[in-house]
């Protein structure tokens, strides 16, 4: 079974930035493109960045210019640079392949606030 461990959220100031990651366990990242989701009091767990084996990367617009996903492959870990912090990306944040295929981790909060 493919769990994931995320880990890096914290409080930050707006304009602030973190960095997180997600250690996955199981083949599925090797096989499969990688996620980061979050998801805001009140609303739907949604993506926001995902990446490629090769290293190709998407990102919602929301996001673009202000966030940066990486992939380690050799140590099972996704990253998630975040720059230019908003009070609207406040969220829990979680990584999984894309699709969806693993079980949630516990996700990560992200709280941006002066």
């Known amino acids: 079974q493919v769990q994931f461990v995320e880990s890096g959220g914290g409080l930050v100031q707006p304009g602030g930035s973190l960095r997180l990651s997600c250690v996955a366990s199981?083949?599925?990242?090797?096989?499969?493109?990688m996620g980061w989701y979050r998801q805001g009091p009140g609303k739907r767990r949604d993506v926001v960045a995902s990446?490629?084996?090769?290293?190709?990367?998407n990102y919602a617009d929301s996001v673009k210019g202000r966030f940066t996903i990486s992939r380690d492959n050799a140590k099972n870990t996704v990253y998630l640079q975040m720059n230019s912090l908003k009070s609207e990306d406040m969220a829990v944040y979680y990584c999984?392949?894309?699709?969806?295929?693993?079980?949630w981790g516990q996700g990560t909060q992200v709280t941006v606030s002066s």
């Open positions: 990446i490629t084996r090769s290293g190709s990367t």
């Open positions: 999984n392949s894309l699709p969806v295929i693993g079980s």
């Open positions: 199981g083949s599925i990242f090797s096989t499969y493109a």
